[in-house]
């Protein structure tokens, strides 16, 4: 069966490090996405990508990258770990582009930043 | 711009009791409109969606309607039971209508259901 997965599922790191999450696809989906859930916010977008080499800035981008090299996975890292970074990382990815279409997500990341 | 608002909870209910989650939303075009649940320790799962005005979205004995006069989109249940205990995130999608790409989240109710 075609799934999502996200990797690592728990990260502790330290402030200042470089810090890279991974998410895998076997949808053939072109666009994926990137979001963090935090208590009181719900889930906010962070970057996304509609197909290779084709990446975009979301809601909260700061201090976060993406990059799409092939169709399968889309990697965020984390330039120099903040402890406002600390979050749950979840990956999301749909096959079509209308507003009607569904986001399928992973199982997400935890990520703690000291 | 767009935004999603749901009661945050906890909900607290016992086993087969009638469950309203309130969703209302605020959107620059006609957007589609979708329930999320979470089950501890798991990612989002698809519960419903509707796409267009008076559509009414329906899975594992949950219903909502999209009501564009009153922009809302409430979950409800007939009789809980304790698997249903989870959170519940309302979203909209409007792509192609003057909105952000990608989902607006509410902010996720937290259903607690005794038995």
């Known amino acids: 069966d075609a799934e999502i997965t996200q990797s690592p599922r728990h990260k502790i790191t330290e402030t200042g490090r470089q810090v890279t999450l991974a998410c895998h696809q076997t949808w053939n989906h072109n666009n994926m996405f990137w979001y963090r859930q935090d208590l009181g916010h719900g889930l906010r977008l962070i970057h996304y990508?509609?197909?290779?080499?084709?990446?975009n800035k979301g809601e909260v981008s700061d201090g976060y990258s993406v990059s799409r090299s092939n169709t399968e996975d889309l990697p965020l890292t984390l330039e120099s770990a903040a402890s406002s970074q600390t979050s749950v990382y979840f990956c999301?990815?749909?096959?079509?582009?209308?507003?009607?279409?569904?986001?399928?997500f992973g199982p997400g990341t935890r990520l703690t930043v000291l | 711009g767009n935004s999603v608002t749901q009661m945050e909870g906890p909900v607290t209910l016992s086993e087969e009791a009638f469950l309203t989650i309130n969703c209302t939303y605020t959107?620059?075009?006609?957007?589609?409109l979708f329930w999320y649940v979470q089950y501890p320790g798991e990612g989002l799962q698809l519960l419903l969606k509707a796409t267009k005005a008076d559509d009414k979205g329906s899975n594992k004995g949950f219903e909502a309607t999209y009501r564009k006069e009153t922009t809302s989109f409430h979950l409800e249940k007939g009789s809980v039971q304790v698997s249903d205990s989870a959170v519940y995130f309302c979203?909209?999608?409007?792509?192609?209508?003057?909105?952000?790409?990608?989902?607006?989240f509410g902010k996720g109710t937290h259903l607690i259901i005794q038995p």
């Open positions: 979203a909209l999608s409007d792509r192609g209508g003057g909105g952000a790409d990608g989902l607006t």
């Open positions: 999301a990815s749909s096959s079509g582009l209308r507003r009607t279409d569904t986001q399928y």
């Open positions: 959107a620059t075009g006609y957007p589609s």
């Open positions: 990508s509609y197909g290779v080499q084709d990446t």
